[in-house]
């Protein structure tokens, strides 16, 4: 009984042990994705005021 203990503790630490490591690898991915939909909302915001500046000058000629 005690051995199946421990086998089951150092089982549920490898376990963990693997979760953690898949939490970092999703933390390092969803962050990536963050950045990625920030650089791209900037470059939205440019084109956006690109084109309003477009449609200003179009109702002013």
């Known amino acids: 009984l005690a051995d199946n203990l421990k086998n089951?503790?150092?089982?549920?630490?490898?376990l963990t042990s693997a979760r953690?490591?898949?939490?970092?690898?999703?933390q390092i991915l969803v962050d990536e994705k963050v950045e990625e939909i920030e650089r791209l909302n900037k470059e939205l915001?440019?084109?956006?005021k690109f084109k309003n500046q477009m449609m200003q000058m179009m109702n002013e000629i």
């Open 20 to 26: 953690d490591s898949e939490v970092k690898c999703l």
């Open 45 to 48: 915001q440019k084109v956006l």
């Open 8 to 14: 089951t503790e150092k089982k549920l630490e490898e």
